[in-house]
Structure formats: structure tokens, C-alpha cells
């Protein structure tokens, strides 16, 4: 779902070798701006700001919208200063190791605009954000409509509400008036067996019954018994139980059963069941009784029942009778033979009659269990007919349409594409023929496979003791190894384990280049403090010299207005001309004292400037012997090294000279 989006950022691709690393680097940070507006950070479109804040500003935005829980705390503003920004890099970085970014980052590469190793990272970011949002989308509209249908409400909503208020009474009475009410009550000795059984007796109760019908074809007959009357019986589907009163399989076992049947023998079976039906919900009334109706009611019942099918009623019952008569008669000799034997035998006659009656139960129960296996036979054979029907019905629906195929064939044929199809045709046995040798192939594979494996077996059991021993030794050995490179594997991964625990601290380890890259960034961070600092304090020291300015100034006008205002008065007398006198003088003796009194400061700060100049001369003499000392120490490293050299050269030109003398 991504590929549309990131397929925009690819577009334009030229050889990215041939560019100088300046126009790569911008290249990538253009890549990273488009990349960041398809993903929706649509600040990265003002002109107005720089490349590293639409990068760290994107950066800051897509770990905030991955919705990972991270421990840092990434706030991003606008002109940072190189601390803040060393600051926010650091915290992106650490966000991106608790997030496992498979790309590394440092945070110098993100405030040095490395752009070429942040477009990855991004690109990570990015893929990321629209995960959370795929994620997430279904959850926050659910939430946002939640939130609306809570504080808001459509129309449609209001008048539905309204109408229901409306309704509500209505239903309730219609609910009250047309309850279920009970018309019968079952009587407790009829044994429901089955749950089909008890669903019926319940519907009779209250007056109903279930209309279930064997889903014929449709037409005409179809449509009549769709419009029956809802009070008649009709026959059962293969869901519905017919024998609920312990009876056994009916004449409608062959239409449960799925069988393939003439419509002469449907029907039959149909009649057979519906009549079959019709005699069980019969016996289930006959033994209910009334709950708040009267006997004629109950009666009614049981004759519209019965009027369905009278004659089929009537002749069943016949045959009741005549088995009920048969089993008297039968009882009957049995207690005549009884009395010969008692007078005989004494109790004989009883024991034989119970004897008979256990024999007849036992063989009774003999054929039930038959009864039940032929059934479950009858089932898996009917499985298996239908399923071969299915296999069939495939064959033939397959055979229809190779015939109308072929017919399609033959119907496109015409003298330009005779070859072509001649051609086709002779593929065609050409294929069918490979498939048939495919499968011979395989099954005389199969064959050789198993004729192998009894030799192999064969051999097993014709192999001597010893030889047994030793594979079986081989075997454990085997085993033994196995066990061991298992144990191995266990080991190597552990260590495996640890080596990336390791490496991962030796990456948190910051190298010589990044060292030098961090050194740099904090000079040039000490020279904005320092500079700061020391625009600081002029602005302090001009402060302060206006600050005095101002005050002199205000007691020189001061002075000067007193001296306007008290002269005139002042000198009107000779008392008052001295007294003013003595004032002028003893102003300025205050004045001078001042003017000595800055003058000594003055002195005292050019002496602590001459100082201070004395002490940077010292350090900058130092500081120049101390490069001329390096540079000394590195033409000596380089004139030792360029040594150490020449003498293994000359350490292995002896031994070249000694192995071919020796020779």
C-alpha cells in the first residue's frame, strides 16, 4: 500500500556517482523534503525555512506519529541555537535505538546535515507512520463517530426516537394480547426420546404443529403442497425424526436417505410417510388433556386428525387388533399347557412361560442390534452412492463440455487452420500420453520404493550380531554427535547474543571522527558563549559608564541651578559673598578628589591590562612552541618510521643474500 507513495521520491533517478558530494547532499535532502510532504509533514513545503529545520522538524513529527512508546521527550522549535540543536539531535537519536532502527545515525551527522545517511532513516520513519496509521485508522473513525453520536444527534435519529416513544405502547399491548396460551397439557408417561419429538409435543400443546414437507421439484404438484392448509400434515424432510414414540424405521427412510428412486415409488413412500406422520401427532393428542377447554374441543381435534386419513387409520388399527388377539391366544394356550404341567409338575408351566418370553426378548433385542448394523451399512452405502452420484455428475458435466469443446473445434475448422489445429490435436495426445507415462512412472517408482524397502528390511534381519552391534553403535555415536552440535548451536547462539550486546556498546562508543566532530561543534558552541558573554559585558560596562555620566551630569546641573539660585541673594552681602566662596571651594575640592579617585581606577585597570597582555604574550609564545614542538615530533616520528623501514629492507635483503649462498 506503501509503493505509490515512495514511488514518487524514486522518480528521476540519474547515476548518482557522477555527482560531487555537495550536489548529492542536496539531492537527498530534497528527496527527504518530497518524502516528508507524501507523508504528510506539509510544513517541509515552506520556502521560508532551513534544510536542517525541515529535517529535524520532519524527524521529531514522524516519532510522534509512529505512536511508539519511547522515553524521550522530542519537542521541536524553529532557529535553535547549536546547543539546542546538538540537544534535539541527541534525543532523536536515542528515540530511534529504543525503536531498533535498522539504520545507524549520530547526532552530529543529523545537526551536520548528512543528508545522504538520514534519507534511510526517514525512509524507516515514514514506512513506520503509515503502518500506525493503517493500524489505527479504523480505531480513531470509530472513536470520532462514537464521540459524535454522543454529543450530537441526526435527524433521522430524532424522529425515530420519537416515533418510538409512540410505538412502544402499541407493541406492548399487541405483545400482551397475542401471547402464547397453553391449550393442552401431555401427559407425564409418554416417553420422548428424541428432541424433533419434543418440539412436536410442545407445538401441540399451544395449538400448533410444525409443517415440515419433503422438498420435491417444482410445478404444479409442488405448488399444491406449498398451499395446503396450514392444519395438514405433510411429509417430513430428512431433518425431521419420525420414530419419536420408539418406533422403528418407516416407509419414509428411503427419502431421508437421499435414494434414487421412480416417481411411482416417491409417491408411495410420500403417502407412506404422511400417513405414518399423521398416526404419531394422533397417539400425541389422544394422550393430552385439555387446559381450559372442553372435552368436545379435544374430540374435535382428534376427529380432524383422524378424518385425514380414515381408512388408512382404520385398517392399521385392524392390524393391531389382530396382533393383540394373536398374543391372547398365544397367552392363552401357554396358561392351558401351564395348568397340565402344574398338575404334573407343580410351577413348571410359569418357569416355561417366562423362559419364552426371555427367549423372545433376547431374540427381539438380537434383531434390533442387527437392525442397527444394517442401518449404519444402509448409511455408509448411500454415502457412498451419493458420493459416486457427485463423481458422476462431475464425469459427465466434464464429458458435456470436452464434447461441446470439440464441437467448437470442429466448427472453427477450416482449410487455413487445418495444420494448426492437426497440430493441436497431436499436442493434445502428445500431453495425455506424457500424463499417462507420468503416472506409470509413479506408481512403478512407488513399486520399486517398496520392493526396496523389504530388501532393506530383509537385509536388517539377515545381518549378523556383530554387525548389528556395530550399527547399532554407529547409531548412538550418531546421536551422541548430534546431541553435542545441538549443545554447540545453543552455545554459538548465546555468544551470538553476547557479540551483538557487545557490538552494540562498541557503536554507542563514539570514534576518533566523531570525537573530532563533537570537539569541533563544542569550540564553536565555548566561541558563541564566549562571544555572547563578552557583548554582554560591554553592554554592561556602557551601561554602567552612562549610569555615571548621568549622575555627574545630574549633580553638576543640580549644582548649577542652586549656585543660579542662591548667587543673587548670596551676594548682596559681604557675610553671604564668603559664605558662597567657601562653598565654591569646597566643591571643588570634592570634584577633584573624584577626578583622583577615577584617575586611580583608570591607572588600575591599564596596569591589569598590561598584565593581561604580559600573560597572553607568555601563553601565545607558548602556544607557538608547542606546535613547533609537535611539528618536530612529527617530522621525527616520520624520519623514524622511514628507518624502521630501511632496516627491515635491509634486514631481509641479508637473509635473501644468506638463503641463496647457503644454496
Known sequence: STTPMFSGVEEGRVDESSLSPEQLSQRKCDEIVRLLLAAGYFRARISGLANFDKVIGGLAWALAASNVDVDVDVFFEENLTIGQKIKLSEQCINALRRMRCPHPLQAHQIQGGDYVNLFPVIQWLVKKVIETRE??????????????????????????????????????????????????????????????????????????????????????????????????????????????????????????????????????????????????????????????????????????????????????????????RLMAEQRIALEEGGDVCFSISGAGGAAAYNRQVTQMEKQIDVHKRKLREAQAKFDAVAADMEARHADLAKVIAYNERAVRETNKLKAMETPENEQQLARL?????????????????????????????????????????????????IEDLYNADLAKLQKIREVLATKNQEASAIQRKID????????????????????????????????????????????????????????????????????????????????????????????????????????????????????????????????????????????????????????????
Open 135 to 324: 493500524e489505527t485508522g479504523d480505531v480513531v473513525r470509530r472513536f470520532s463517530e462514537a464521540q459524535f453520536h454522543h454529543h450530537y444527534k441526526l435527524p433521522s435519529d430524532v424522529v425515530f426516537k420519537d416515533n418510538l416513544k409512540a410505538a412502544l405502547p402499541f407493541v406492548h399491548n399487541v405483545h400482551v394480547i397475542y401471547k402464547p396460551q397453553r391449550h393442552f397439557r401431555r401427559a407425564k408417561q409418554i416417553p420422548l426420546t428424541t428432541e424433533s419429538a419434543h418440539v412436536d409435543s410442545v407445538l401441540l400443546e399451544y395449538g400448533s404443529h410444525r409443517l415440515v414437507g419433503y422438498k420435491s421439484g417444482t410445478g404444479p404438484a409442488g405448488d399444491a403442497k406449498r398451499t395446503a392448509s396450514s392444519r395438514r400434515i405433510s411429509v417430513p424432510t430428512r431433518t425431521t425424526s419420525l420414530s419419536t414414540l420408539g418406533e422403528g424405521e418407516t416407509g419414509v427412510a428411503a427419502l431421508r436417505k437421499g435414494k434414487v428412486m421412480t416417481p411411482e415409488e416417491e409417491t408411495a413412500a410420500r403417502e407412506q410417510a404422511k400417513k405414518e406422520e399423521e398416526e404419531r401427532i394422533r397417539v400425541l393428542m389422544e394422550k393430552m388433556s385439555a387446559v381450559g377447554f372442553e372435552e368436545t374441543e379435544i374430540s374435535s381435534v382428534a376427529q380432524f386428525l383422524q378424518g385425514a386419513e380414515t381408512e388408512t387409520i382404520r385398517k392399521m388399527e385392524e392390524d393391531m387388533d389382530e396382533q393383540y
Open 508 to 663: 554507542e562508543v563514539p570514534t576518533r571522527n566523531e570525537l573530532i566532530q563533537y570537539e569541533k561543534r563544542f569550540v564553536e558552541l565555548y566561541e558563541q558563549v564566549s562571544g555572547k558573554l563578552e557583548e554582554t559585558r560591554k553592554y554592561y560596562l556602557v551601561y554602567n559608564t552612562l549610569d555615571d555620566s548621568k549622575a555627574f551630569h545630574t549633580k553638576e546641573v543640580s549644582l548649577l541651578n542652586s549656585i543660579y539660585e542662591n548667587y543673587a541673594s548670596s551676594m548682596k552681602t559681604r557675610t553671604g559673598a564668603r559664605a558662597m566662596i567657601t562653598q565654591m571651594e569646597q566643591i571643588c575640592a570634592q570634584v577633584q578628589r573624584n577626578l583622583e579617585k577615577v584617575a586611580h581606577r583608570v591607572k588600575d585597570s591599564k596596569s591589569k591590562l598590561y598584565e593581561l597582555t604580559e600573560s597572553y604574550n607568555k601563553l601565545t609564545e607558548l602556544q607557538r612552541n608547542y606546535f613547533k614542538a609537535v611539528k618536530e615530533f612529527q617530522e621525527e616520528c616520520g624520519r623514524n618510521e622511514f628507518l624502521l623501514a630501511e632496516k627491515e629492507k635491509q634486514r631481509r635483503r641479508a637473509q635473501v643474500y644468506l638463503c641463496t649462498g647457503g644454496g
Open 425 to 473: 490435436r497431436q499436442l493434445v495426445g502428445l500431453n495425455e500420453g506424457l500424463k499417462a507415462q507420468e503416472a506409470e512412472f509413479r506408481l512403478s517408482c512407488k513399486q520399486q520404493m517398496a520392493d526396496l524397502r523389504r530388501k532393506a528390511e530383509g537385509l536388517e534381519s539377515t545381518l549378523p550380531e556383530e554387525e548389528l552391534e556395530r550399527l547399532q553403535k
